[in-house]
């Protein structure tokens, strides 16, 4: 067949038509602040809606609000978090940081989320939360993840990055979630100009918490003062003053945690505000692509596809699917055979997080460490069988039936 031209992941996963130029436009034009501007409480209002939660706090990236987590819930080195073993990177980068002890979680094989029956036995005294991708933006299985949590009173993190409008059960992800952390990077179903994230929680607590620490407020014990008075210097009498640490209003006992600057700017709440209407549409052609390579997996023996749980709505971030054994060709030589003579190229996602050096370094190793329960479906399964097809509103029809016939060909079938 005619070789195509190069086809790989778009590198920005959304469409943007005048309407987001027009919203930079009314930003720019209006005079109003570039950060904390009105835009910016209407997008988390609006999101907070769309997913059924009680707040969202914008954020600079999903990274962020998942850095942000770890301040809210003040974890520490004396701290234990179960975390899935094929997390990305930022879903615990922060935890290293501070010095949290990582316990690996194993997978489901068919869904690639965290095999909710190898949880328990990874809890001890020391846990306190549990950190949970939904890949792909397929949904994980909440209600025993709840019902776990609940039990042992711990915190649920979703890292959302890939299931902005994803479902569960007919509601979507963040709709009851302790804190869930969305991204809207130039990858992502939505973006807010390539970088961008939220943060959603029920929790009063947690908002509050997360609305200062994105401003470089901190946390930890105060009690009121009852003087005006700092030596001589007297506090200002205009309300609108504001000094670092509320220095006149607070005697500060116990410092916990400090901010830092993690605030979405207004263009970006603008622009976003324009995406999440397109949002659902965005996600039915992401769907209408995803089953027509769901027609192709289903019809090729060496091919097996993702598991979605009932009732729930994948949101097609990813398009994964699994390599049988006793296939006439390994995953690795696949990806060569796309690559060197379909110009087709497929991109590994992630890497196991007990093999990465830092873990490692920490007593992880292959099959997990002494702490964790076995990995055997990460390496098995997800780190030698699993991979995707590139996947956007992008894709044209032309394509996908090329991408067909690359993979019969480089399969051997007749």
Not at 19 to 44: C, H, K, N
Not at 145 to 154: D, G, P, Q
Not at 155 to 166: F, K, M, R, T, W
Request: aromatic share 8%.
């Amino acid at each position: 067949m005619d070789r195509m031209r190069l086809i790989e992941e778009n590198p920005v996963g959304t469409l943007y038509g005048e309407e987001e130029i027009e919203a930079v436009r009314r930003v720019m034009e209006s005079g109003e602040a570039l950060t904390r501007g009105p835009d910016v409480e209407l997008f988390e209002n609006e999101f907070a809606d769309y997913c059924g939660a009680k707040y969202a706090v914008a954020v600079s990236s999903c990274g962020a609000a998942l850095q942000l987590s770890s301040k809210i819930l003040n974890l520490g080195s004396n701290d234990e978090v179960i975390c899935q073993a094929n997390a990305f990177w930022v879903t615990y980068n922060h935890l290293l940081e501070k010095n949290v002890k990582i316990i690996c979680a194993d997978i489901d094989p068919l869904t690639l989320n965290i095999d909710v029956d190898k949880i328990e036995a990874l809890i001890t005294s020391k846990t306190k939360a549990i950190y949970i991708v939904h890949h792909g933006g397929n949904p994980a299985d909440l209600d025993p993840l709840r019902s776990i949590v609940n039990k042992y009173n711990l915190d649920l993190v979703e890292d959302a990055a890939h299931s902005v409008g994803a479902e569960y059960k007919g509601q979507k992800i963040g709709a009851h979630s302790d804190i869930a952390c969305f991204s809207f990077s130039t990858l992502k179903n939505i973006s807010t100009l390539g970088e961008g994230g939220m943060l959603v929680t029920n929790n009063k607590e947690y908002a509050d918490l997360a609305i200062g620490f994105r401003t470089n407020y901190p946390s930890g014990l105060r009690e009121k003062r009852d003087v005006n008075d700092l030596g001589e210097v007297y506090k200002p009498k205009s309300i609108a003053y504001k000094h670092s640490g509320d220095a006149w209003e607070y005697n500060w006992l116990r410092l916990d945690q400090m901010g830092s600057t993690y605030r979405m700017s207004t263009v970006q709440a603008a622009v976003g505000r324009v995406q999440l209407q397109k949002l659902d549409d965005l996600i039915r052609k992401r769907e209408r692509i995803a089953q027509s390579y769901n027609d192709i997996i289903s019809r090729l023996d060496c091919f097996e596809k993702l598991k979605v749980l009932p009732n729930c709505k994948h949101a097609w971030h990813l398009f994964s699917f699994f390599i049988k054994d006793g296939c006439s060709i390994n995953r690795d030589t696949l990806l060569k055979e796309l690559y060197n003579n379909y110009n087709i190229n497929i991109i590994l996602r992630f890497f196991p997080i007990n093999l990465g050096g830092i873990l490692r370094s920490r007593g992880c190793k292959e099959g997990g460490c002494k702490h964790c329960n076995g990995l055997k479906h990460v390496e098995d399964v997800w780190f030698n069988k699993q991979m995707s097809l590139p996947i956007s509103p992008q894709i044209t029809q032309q394509e996908i039936e090329y991408i067909q016939k690359a993979l019969v060909s480089s399969i051997g079938v007749q």
